[in-house]
């Protein structure tokens, strides 16, 4: 009874997913794919936005069981919209980063999910954050997470670097999930992409008949 409780738990609702941020000069973009899975295997939604928006200008993306980054994001939003009224003014990046650092430590027993939190903030500027399972924290000027970026690694690193402008770090990203939504059979549906800069927040959705197409044909 007890194996059989364990193994319906891992095979829940799943971001099995791709998802990316990178700095560019003077703002950061953030992404994913669209698809949530049940197991690994069969995909119960092609249409899930994992860009979830916590503040002005302040973003996470989600990977592992739904429900669990659900739930810490929910409560992370909630921390910030109390510290933002408290202290009168916005809070930094840092802040939300370690706001679900601490959730994510504090019921590392119980969670299965990651998050990469990226920003701008009038202190720091563009920033980037991966809170990893069981609540590591790790500033990174690019990252990615999910079932997918293991297709993508030796893109990323081929491809990015530092000072891009806007459209090169947009495209750097379309292109990175576009590859990974090709091989990953979990990651998929529409690119999903925040764009942040001191001047606000910007959304953009590739459907996935726009995507870029590489040697899959």
């Known amino acids: 009874m007890e194996k059989h409780y364990t193994d319906s738990k891992v095979k829940g609702v799943s971001t ?6 990178a700095i560019f000069d003077g703002g950061v973009v953030i992404g994913s794919d669209s698809r949530a899975s049940i197991g690994g295997e069969y995909v119960s939604s092609k249409t899930i936005n994992k860009v979830i928006q916590v503040h002005d200008r302040i973003f996470c993306c989600m ?10 994001i929910k409560s992370a939003k909630s921390h910030l919209s109390f510290h933002s009224v408290q202290m009168e003014s916005p809070p930094l990046v840092i802040a939300a980063a370690s706001v679900l650092k601490e959730l994510c430590y504090k019921n590392k027993d119980e969670l299965q999910a990651g998050f990469l939190t990226a920003g701008w903030d009038s202190k720091k500027g563009p920033q980037v954050y991966v809170v990893s399972l069981g609540g590591m924290l790790i500033s990174q000027q690019v ?5 997918g970026s293991t297709y993508i690694y030796g ?22 999930l576009a590859l990974a939504m090709g ?7 529409v690119a ?24 899959d044909e």
């Open 63 to 72: 990977a592992g069981s739904l429900a669990d980054a659900q739930a810490v």
């Open 155 to 176: 893109y990323v690193d081929a491809k990015y670097k530092p000072n891009m402008t806007r459209e090169e770090c947009l495209q750097f990203a379309t292109n990175a």
């Open 16 to 21: 099995g997913t791709t998802i990316l941020a």
């Open 192 to 215: 999903h992409l925040v764009v942040i800069t001191e001047k606000g927040v910007e959304h953009v959705v590739v459907p996935g008949d726009k995507l870029p197409r590489f040697n």
């Open 143 to 147: 990252t990615i997470g999910g079932s």
């Open 183 to 189: 091989r990953d059979n979990v990651s998929g549906g």
